[in-house]
């Protein structure tokens, strides 16, 4: 048989493997009862055994690297998924089974490790399991690095041609711009009074609230739907079915407004997805940095924007009208723009988010060129957060030890975080040159804006990589100078 017809019935066969255990997978994580997930554990070994078999045995094998071989005779659209499939194939042949497979009960016991150690603020328990979990990323990274350095590679897992060099012109630009710019906000006096915002907010209210913002996003619930999880989270098999999730706290009415407004950015652009890549390897998001540009595009720029609250505010005063009673529209919309120097990165506001994202870079670079060690972390840690937020953690525990990532393996993640809200900045400036962007906001059409995103950039799926992107919706290359600007007038309109 033809052997792109051999790719594509495994690939088939693989994503109905995939489909059903993503529909479990959710079901887990939202409805499933307690006692369900010993059976459950024991199906899904044996799924995801099968799923492994397919994805990398030896059919795999013999179609992937038989059409990368003659790579350069095949039609655009293959040649690019047999990139994609070649690369996932590299990692799982590359690495030795025996390697992998000590390395994967390290990280089982490393999340317990770091959780105890995070708890106990107790770093030196958990050092020896981080450089462990740093040996052996380095390794595998020779095995399939094919000679780049090691940092790239990883840097390049996470956000498709991302290097060193990419990042640091991006973070040393926000390192000059945005720290001193930063620290002129942080100086400024704010005497509005906040309180309202840990008031308690009833959660029937909050839901109906959720509600209202799927509909202002125009969220297609004939192809997806919303319920409750412990982290926010956006899920979907195909642009037919994308789900997300939200979370409510009653004394944090906001948290559940941002994560909705996040999630959805994250899921119009799974839904506006064209189905003909469906049973390709084209389908889904293209890669960590644009999928974040999507949600921190309606998160932050739309979301957060004074149009926004002078438009969706009165419905929320009408679902909340004793908390809310001394609150207008503008107060409101200062409140969820209030910009603090705070050690928790996921806590942080819009403004100091990316220094808390520079810093995990600067220490992830240091570490993958050998410029620093284990055992100098917490105190290069603590420095940076001084020198960058003017504040020093007290503890480990609200430092170097706060994040699950490391512990998880995931080294080059980090800056896909930053670098989605500066691609957002480059994407909006595009958009304003086609309408006026807030002027869709404040008449609530956000149809307008979501055509155009489609249109740009959601219906080509992983057709074309990031860079690719990026040139052709905004006619140049990355260039961080949108994001800070962006950044620099809206707070100073805000704080200066
Ligand atoms: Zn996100």
């Not at 048989?1 to 529909?23: C, P």
């Not at 913002?213 to 412990?230: A, I, P």
């Not at 407004?257 to 293209?286: C, M, P, R």
């Amino acid at each position: 048989m033809d052997l792109k017809v051999r790719f594509h019935e495994l690939l088939k066969k693989e994503k109905a493997y995939e489909y059903a255990m993503q529909i479990i997978g959710w079901d887990s994580q939202t409805e499933a009862p307690r006692d369900c997930f010993p059976h459950r554990a024991e199906m899904m070994g044996i799924l995801s055994g099968e799923l492994f078999r397919i994805a990398s045995g030896k059919e795999m094998q013999e179609t992937v690297y038989g059409l990368y071989d003659k790579k350069d005779a095949l039609d655009d659209i293959t040649s690019r998924e047999i990139r994609k499939a070649k690369k996932q194939l590299d990692k799982i042949v590359k690495i030795p089974e025996n390697e992998y497979v000590e390395y994967m009960s390290l990280l089982q016991m490393a999340q317990r490790i770091w959780e105890d150690a995070k708890a106990n603020n107790d770093y030196e328990s958990f050092k020896g399991t981080l450089g462990k979990i740093i040996e052996y990323t380095k390794k595998f990274v020779s095995y399939y690095g094919e000679g780049k350095h090691p940092y790239d590679v990883l840097l390049d897992d996470y956000e498709d041609g991302m290097t060193m060099k990419d990042y640091d012109e991006f973070f040393n630009v926000l390192k000059q711009e945005l720290v001193p710019f930063v620290r002129q906000i942080l100086a400024a006096k704010d005497n509005h009074d906040y309180r309202f915002m840990e008031e308690k907010y009833d959660i029937d209210a909050q839901k109906k609230f959720s509600d209202y913002l799927m509909d202002v996003m125009c969220f297609n619930r004939n192809r997806g739907l919303l319920k409750q999880s412990v982290h926010p989270f956006t899920w979907g098999t195909s642009p037919e079915d994308v789900r997300l999730t939200t979370r409510y706290i009653e004394n944090m009415v906001f948290s559940n407004v941002f994560s909705v407004i996040h999630e959805l950015g994250h899921a119009t652009y799974e839904q506006q997805i064209d189905s003909k890549w469906n049973d390709t390897y084209l389908t889904g998001g293209t890669s960590m940095g644009i999928h974040e540009s999507q949600s921190r595009f309606y998160e932050n720029i739309i979301g957060r924007s004074q149009e926004f609250w002078n438009t969706h505010y009165p419905k929320m005063k009408s679902l909340f009208p004793e908390q809310l009673k001394n609150v207008d529209a503008e107060l409101a919309h200062r409140a969820v723009n209030r910009v603090e120097a705070s050690l928790i990165r996921v806590e942080a506001d819009e403004l100091t988010y990316p220094l808390h994202i520079m810093l995990r870079y600067e220490i992830e670079r240091m570490i993958m060129t050998g410029q620093t060690n284990v055992d100098e972390l917490p105190a290069l840690w603590n420095d940076k957060m001084e020198e960058y937020l003017g504040i020093r953690p007290e503890t480990d525990s609200e430092g170097v030890l706060q994040d699950v990532h490391w512990s998880s393996g995931m080294i080059g993640y980090f800056p896909t975080y930053a670098l989605g809200s500066a691609y957002a900045a480059q994407f909006y400036n595009a958009m304003n040159k086609d309408f006026n962007v807030l002027e869709a906001v404040k008449n609530n059409d956000m149809g307008k804006i979501n055509a155009w995103l489609k249109e740009k950039i959601h219906q080509y799926g992983s057709s074309k990589d990031p860079k690719e992107l990026l040139l052709s919706v905004t006619g140049e290359p990355f260039n961080p100078k949108y994001y800070i600007n962006y950044l620099k007038d809206k707070y100073s309109k805000l704080y200066l």
